[in-house]
C-alpha cells in the first residue's frame, strides 16, 4: 500500500463518520430534541474529533509522506482547499477542545483540571454550527475524491480485500462463575476496609453455540 492510499483512506472514513453524524444531527434538530441531552452531546464532540483527525492527516502527513510523484498533486489539492480551512479557523480552538474535552479529558497539558464546557471553547456549539463544519470538509473531500478519483478506488479496494487478524472472541462460558467470584470479591474488600458499598452485581444469560441459552 503506498503512503497516498494511507492518506486518502484516512479522509474518506473521516468524511464518512462526518457526514454520518452531521444526518443523524439534522435528524435530531428536526424532531426538536433537547440540545441538552448526553447523546446529542457526544454527537457534536464526535464530529470534531473526526475533524481534527481528518485535519491532522491533511497537514501533516499528505504532502509529508506522500510518494514524490503525487506531491505537485497533493499540493493543488492544498491550495485549493485553503479558502475552506479559513473558514474552519474562525472556530480558533477546535484542536484545544478535542485534546482536553474529547481526547484527554478532563486535563490539559499541565494536568490542571479543566471544564468540559464548550461554552468556555471557541468551537460549534449548535447543531447549525456543525452543519458548517461538516460540509466545510465535505468539501475538500470533494476536492481530494476528484484529484485522486483512481487512487481513492485503489485505497477502498485495499480495506476491502486486507487481511484481517480476526483476533478470537473472548470466551464467557464460565462467566457465571466469575460474576459470583466477583461479587466474593468486592465484599471481602468491603470488609477488609470497614465499608458497605451498595452494589448491583448483574447476572447475564448468554446464547451458545447453537443459539440457546
Known sequence: MKKI???LIIFFKCNKSIQAINGLLIEADERNVD????????????IILESQVFRQEFEE???????PFYRARVSSVKNCSKPLFRRINKWSQLRTFRNQVIAHP??????????PDVHDYDVPRNAFDHVLL?????????????EFKLEL??????VKNRDRKNKPKKDYKYLEEDTDKLVYELNSMMVSEN???ELHIKQYELLNEKGGY
Open 195 to 197: 465499608k458497605r458499598y
Open 106 to 115: 478532563w486535563r490539559n497539558s499541565r494536568g490542571d483540571f479543566v471544564f
Open 35 to 46: 440540545t441538552k441531552t448526553l447523546f446529542y452531546e457526544i454527537l457534536l464532540q464526535h
Open 61 to 67: 502527513y499528505f504532502f509529508q509522506r506522500a510518494e
Open 134 to 146: 461538516a460540509d466545510y470538509y465535505g468539501y475538500i473531500m470533494n476536492i481530494v475524491e476528484q
Open 5 to 7: 492510499h494511507e492518506s
Open 153 to 158: 478506488k485503489e485505497a477502498l479496494l485495499i
